[in-house]
């Protein structure tokens, strides 16, 4: 809502409160202010002048040489190229030296060889945008009045030295969608009376109900229909001063009649519509709901095809409004009108809602029935409305207005207690302030002991319960008001949980080792729901999806991520690693809500190192993948009780894929991308883990201990078996850890030799085995002892050989 502070001074007495300071008030007060706005900021030498000659330019064909009075001792000639400038008019003049929008100075000029002393303006080049400007003048200038007085200020004229306050309005607050509705709140806020309209009409004799007869059929949708008939108007334009009072609040002036319904909708909030009398077609308004298929044309001259869902006014059989929303074109208000039917209704918003959805149809009007308009102003803005008719347009009002009413909306009354309106604000408030900020509000009051009953104005139709009354009394009082207070007793500081802790340290360390966190949808399609799942089960599905892509709940986070790095190889950025951390969705038989289960997941693709100038290269593979893992593990304390073996998993790679296990139970898996997957997805090698972080982060780990620096020196011994080729290298480790005791500190490999001088369907794999103990040196036969045993238990264990 576009509120004019001048416009605004009509109603309430704005002295010593400047329009931001009054911004800033009503902001506090609940409703926000997005922004005060100065029409004429920066502006200044633009006057009202007189063409007093005008003829072609010599040496231009589109420009007119024109002499203007404007004000001064000396007429002065300039040089303007507005198509539609005349001898006679009154016009906008920016003087030599003005400055209009964009800084834009004027100065003394030669246009063609002649003499130009400053600019006749159009409304656009004075800031006003061209769609708010009047058809007549919007490729051109404007005209003023013929008894404007020369050398006026012509933005105080139009209305431009003025601030315009932006206000926010919530769906609640309706009744400030008009400007006494904002006088209401202004007026409560600043402690001041509201100063209202007083229509008064002269009736002619003859009366309304001779003229035009009013029923509904849908009384539901339409309580209450008023309608009011001026004869004699006179079609032109409105006064200069609702013109601009139209354009500043974001309308365009059309003629009398119509800006005058406009200005009445911005006034009072009721909507109202002019129908060419005479064109109706028959002395009969009938409100009804529309038959399917009946057509209309609107007055944006679209054709448009009714349903039952919609309210149309009729002339009793031919639709001649879409109700509440557009007028007919059959009956519009034109130059020839002579005779105005006056519509004043009260239309339900959910009607009005709907015919606004289906035919794409936001008007002003529309939009203040679907938040609810005030039944008490429909009557008076309609008076207010033939007024202004009969002053502005020359019409004569007959006597009465044409009615169906079977309206029965009352006031709303709502009682609260004083004790509960101290409680929930935190305030000590008496019943005598309490009754104070109602009275400022308007509101009827009564009190019996501690509860105050409140009858609240129809204009008001979002107060309905004790917490609406509670919230008044609050932005009233004053939020700046409501004093602070400290939680009282002992306070528990917050903190990060274990799990929490952990997981960012997870966070931490992979961004740390290079990957980027992705955040993906949780929601995927049929065809990925179930890919890579840790634990398959049946997806589920939304009862509502957006669309087929984002209908089903995943079980796994690797597809997401591979969506990630086809996006971005296909805009060239080829290497990447990423990572999340996120819910996959179970599904229960038997209940309807899933279970979520927290995943870690990532996906590596491209080059892993990248030394330009040393010329090294370094792509992603199986092993960067695994050492990712190892060192988050050991960041975790649980290296100890990781192990990884080979696995085959659908879309992965057969041969380079391992599943992880925790303390012997399957925890993830990380390999390569099966090359099939890779090629439907446009991807280079690419590796993957994803791990049920749940269960990890949720491991027992043993106290942090630390070691001194050992003091005596360890030895290292070396053995290469020879082994089956289906023997792991992870089995063989695993029986030298157990059987080496605690003097083995740590096993390795570092090689492995499947060559010409191997054994058919065998192969050698070498460790190196470290012993050491902290309280003393190690003899040869100490660990000759240890070492032994290891030989015996991979010889009988393992089938291993130790290779000559």
Wanted: with cysteine.
């Amino acid at each position: 809502m576009l509120v004019s502070y001048k416009w605004l001074q009509e109603y309430v007495d704005l002295t010593g409160v400047s329009a931001e300071e009054l911004g800033e008030k009503i902001t506090k007060s609940g409703i926000e202010v997005e922004g005060v706005e100065t029409l004429n900021e920066g502006l200044k030498g633009i006057v009202v002048g007189h063409v007093l000659e005008c003829e072609k330019h010599p040496n231009a064909e589109k420009l007119n040489k024109t002499l203007v009075d404007i004000g001064g001792e000396e007429p002065v000639q300039i040089i303007c190229g507005a198509p539609n400038v005349a001898k006679g008019q009154k016009v906008a003049v920016a003087t030599v030296g003005a400055v209009l929008p964009g800084n834009f100075k004027i100065k003394k000029a030669k246009l063609r060889g002649e003499a130009s002393n400053g600019m006749i303006c159009s409304l656009q080049e004075l800031g006003i945008e061209a769609k708010l400007v009047a058809k007549e003048f919007s490729e051109g200038i404007f005209n003023f009045p013929e008894d404007t007085e020369v050398g006026q200020d012509a933005l105080a004229l139009l209305g431009r030295d003025d601030q315009i306050l932006e206000l926010g309005l919530t769906p609640n607050r309706a009744d400030c969608l008009s400007m006494l509705g904002v006088g209401y709140e202004v007026a409560a806020i600043l402690e001041r009376d509201v100063k209202l309209p007083e229509p008064k009409t002269a009736s002619a004799t003859e009366k309304a109900e001779d003229y035009i007869k009013v029923s509904v059929e849908a009384k539901e949708d339409n309580p209450l229909y008023t309608a009011k008939v001026i004869k004699n108007v006179k079609i032109g334009p409105s006064p200069l001063w609702m013109q601009t009072r139209l354009m500043a609040a974001g309308i365009r002036p059309h003629n009398n009649v119509v800006d005058i319904t406009n200005y009445i909708l911005l006034e009072y909030g009721q909507p109202l519509h002019a129908f060419d009398y005479d064109l109706l077609g028959s002395k009969e308004i009938l409100v009804r709901r529309a038959k399917q298929g009946e057509e209309i044309t609107t007055l944006d001259d679209a054709k448009r095809t009714l349903t039952e869902d919609h309210l149309v006014i009729t002339n009793g059989s031919v639709p001649v409004a879409l109700a509440g929303v557009m007028g007919g074109a059959n009956s519009e208000v034109n130059a020839d009108t002579t005779t105005v039917l006056l519509e004043s209704a009260y239309f339900t918003g959910p009607v009005i809602r709907k015919a606004s959805k289906d035919h794409g149809l936001r008007s002003e009007a529309s939009s203040r029935y679907e938040k609810g308009v005030d039944p008490a102003r429909v009557r008076p803005a309609a008076e207010r409305a033939a007024e202004l008719m009969a002053l502005y347009a020359g019409g004569e009002v007959l006597d009465g207005t044409a009615t169906a009413d079977s309206l029965t909306l009352e006031p709303a009354v709502v009682s609260v207690t004083l004790e509960k309106i101290n409680s929930v604000i935190g305030t000590e408030l008496t019943m005598q302030e309490v009754e104070a900020i109602f009275t400022r509000l308007q509101f009827k009051s009564t009190v019996d002991n501690d509860t105050i009953t409140v009858t609240v104005p129809t204009r008001r139709g979002d107060i309905t319960i004790e917490e609406d009354l509670i919230e008044e009394v609050a932005r009233l009082f004053g939020y700046d008001n409501v004093p602070k207070t400290l939680p009282q007793g002992a306070a528990t500081p917050g903190r990060l949980s274990e799990y929490q802790l952990k997981r960012r340290l997870v966070r931490r360390y992979l961004e740390g080792a290079g990957l980027y966190q992705a955040i993906t949808y949780s929601l995927t399609n049929q065809e990925k729901a179930t890919q890579f799942a840790l634990e398959k089960r049946q997806p589920v599905e939304l009862a509502m999806p957006m669309s087929e892509d984002r209908s089903l709940l995943r079980l796994s986070i690797v597809p997401q991520l591979l969506e990630v790095l086809k996006y971005n190889t296909a805009r060239q950025n080829d290497s990447l690693a990423v990572y999340e951390t996120g819910a996959v969705f179970l599904k229960n038989d038997g209940e309807d809500l899933p279970e979520e289960e927290e995943h870690l997941a990532a996906a590596i693709t491209g080059l892993w190192e990248n030394h330009q100038w040393q010329g090294e290269k370094k792509p992603v593979d199986f092993y960067v993948i695994k050492g990712i893992l190892e060192g988050l593990f050991a960041k975790l304390g649980l290296a100890d009780k990781i192990s990884f073996s080979a696995a085959e998993k659908e879309g992965m790679h057969p041969g380079r894929t391992a599943e992880v296990t925790l303390n012997g139970a399957a925890i993830g898996f990380v390999g390569q991308v099966h090359p099939t997957v890779q090629k439907d997805m446009d991807l280079k090698e690419t590796y993957v883990f994803e791990l049920n972080l749940k269960t990890v982060l949720e491991a027992g780990t043993a106290p942090l201990q630390y070691e001194s620096i050992p003091r005596f020196p360890s030895i290292t011994r070396d053995i290469a078996l020879v082994v089956d080729k289906n023997k792991s290298a992870a089995e063989l480790q695993s029986i030298i850890v157990e059987t080496g005791g605690k003097l083995l500190k740590d096993v390795y490999v570092f090689d492995l030799y499947e060559g010409e001088r191997m054994e058919v369907g065998k192969k050698s794999i070498a460790f190196s085995l470290k012993y050491f103990d902290p309280e003393r040196t190690l003899t040869d036969e100490d660990v000759t002892k240890t070492h032994e045993k290891v030989l015996k238990a991979v010889e009988e264990q393992a089938g291993a050989v130790l290779r000559g």
